[in-house]
């Protein structure tokens, strides 16, 4: 099982892609870590996860039918 | 102003009050209130003349910024013969030759802990156009603390980003900015327009959707992005809209006074005393830089372009302060391309000398000197 994982702005010039596809994990906190290790320099960036296009502030779980994105914080103008 | 609210006939506002939606009762309401657009740059300058040419009554532009060469590609309501000037008062003077029916009054101030509820307590609803998390969060925090509507807009790269905030959506949640990120990024975090480079349109799609909002807002229209996030990336194109979601975290960071807010430290941007170091102009710039008492770092990395046309030493902003070690002169001058790092870098200098040194940043950099 695969899931969608939309990524913007820092995000995705890091990974070098607006979208990707990767192998279902079981929630947001491994998500986080499974990117972590696979773009190391994401680590470094803040950001925040909605699932489902929904913001969450602790980790919640996951199945391949949820979408996720990530998204850091934008200052200009 | 009676006139304009009473005859439904005038034909400056003639097309959008057929439209079924908006109306008589439409109009009325975008020319009884009274809209602040803070910074009137990228998003400003593309919220502007649709906020004036819809007839919102009472218009406020805060900006202390100048016009620069550099700033055209986007900030069209300003022509070569701006260049200099200020951007609230330009502004302000256009957008009355736009519409002369409305009210707009020009703050060429910086906006600071110390003046933001005084100016914000004159307006109805805020437009957040700047270019800062220190100044985002500041006009967050006070929209929070003063319960007004505030319109969140900003850029990145070829994406953007719109919001309403600061006032209550359908479930009756009153949410901010500090709900998607509690805590205000470092400005070094994320590059701004004038480090990563910024596409002259970018700015115009996101400030007409600020525009837009904020006019449903007032005229009650359609389905505001109260508790929204839209994201817009321009490269694929896409929109992407998720629904913000309370953090407690933020909530619990917000000033819930006036004097908690008066106590607030965003940074240099908004605390007005710049923290022991003192931003100057280029001319100020050209008269220090010919002293022999006075040393001028260039901080930008190896090889940036323009070259500095001063003397100086060159010692890269990752460098500071240890490429200063065993220099005695008192007086430094940092430089680098926007003004940006150069500020980073006098903070070093200030937490490293303390009152030691005098410490001095060329507000705008070598961009702002060139503009001369």
């Known amino acids: 099982m695969e899931m969608t994982v939309l990524l913007f702005g820092r995000l995705a010039e890091i990974a070098g892609t607006a979208k990707l596809i990767i192998p279902a994990v079981e929630d947001t906190g491994v998500l986080a870590a499974v990117m972590h290790e696979r773009y190391p320099e994401m680590a470094t960036v803040r950001y925040i996860m909605a699932v489902d296009r929904q913001t969450v502030t602790s980790p919640v779980l996951l199945t391949a039918q949820n979408s996720v994105a990530m998204l850091p914080p934008f200052s200009g103008g | 102003m009676d006139k304009l609210y009473n005859n439904n006939d005038n034909p400056r506002y003639i097309r959008q009050v057929t439209l079924s939606a908006f109306g008589v009762a439409g109009q009325a309401r975008l020319l009884g209130a009274k809209v602040l657009v803070v910074g009137a740059g990228g998003l400003g300058c593309a919220a502007l003349p649709y906020l004036a040419g819809a007839g919102i009554g009472t218009i406020g532009i805060v900006d202390d910024d100048r016009v620069a060469l550099h700033n055209l590609h986007r900030q069209v309501l300003y022509t070569m013969e701006d260049i200099g000037l200020n951007k609230a008062t330009t502004a302000a003077q256009r957008l009355q030759l736009l519409n002369p029916d409305i009210r707009i009054q020009a703050f060429s101030e910086r906006l600071t802990v110390t003046n933001t509820l005084d100016i914000f307590a004159r307006f109805d609803l805020v437009v957040d156009g700047t270019d800062n998390f220190a100044t985002r969060y500041m006009i967050n925090d006070a929209c929070m603390l003063l319960g007004k509507p505030l319109v969140y807009g900003s850029v990145s790269g070829m994406e953007g980003q719109v919001a309403v905030f600061c006032t209550a959506g359908e479930d009756g949640s009153r949410l901010s900015y500090r709900d998607l990120f509690p805590d205000q990024p470092g400005e070094s975090e994320f590059p701004n327009c004038a480090e990563a480079g910024v596409l002259g349109v970018l700015p115009a799609v996101i400030g007409s959707l600020q525009a837009t909002e904020a006019i449903k807002f007032l005229a009650k229209l359609g389905h505001p992005l109260v508790n929204r996030l839209l994201t817009c990336n321009l490269n694929e194109p896409l929109f992407f809209e998720i629904d913000v979601q309370p953090n407690p975290e933020g909530a619990r960071r917000l000033p819930v006074t006036s004097a908690a807010f008066l106590q607030m430290t965003y940074g240099s941007y908004c605390d007005g005393s710049m923290g022991g170091y003192t931003a100057i102009s280029p001319a100020e710039f050209n008269e220090l830089a010919t ?82």
């Open chain 2, 291 to 372: 002293r022999q008492d006075v040393l001028v770092v260039d901080v930008r990395e190896k090889g940036e372009r323009p070259a500095l046309a001063v003397p100086h030493i060159a010692v890269p902003l990752p460098n500071l302060p240890a490429g200063l070690a065993g220099l005695s002169i008192h007086t430094i001058v940092l430089v680098c391309q926007s003004g940006r790092r150069s500020e980073q870098g006098a903070k070093i200098l200030v937490a490293h000398y303390g009152p030691g040194k005098k410490i001095f940043t060329l507000a705008g950099g070598i961009e702002q000197l060139q503009q001369q």
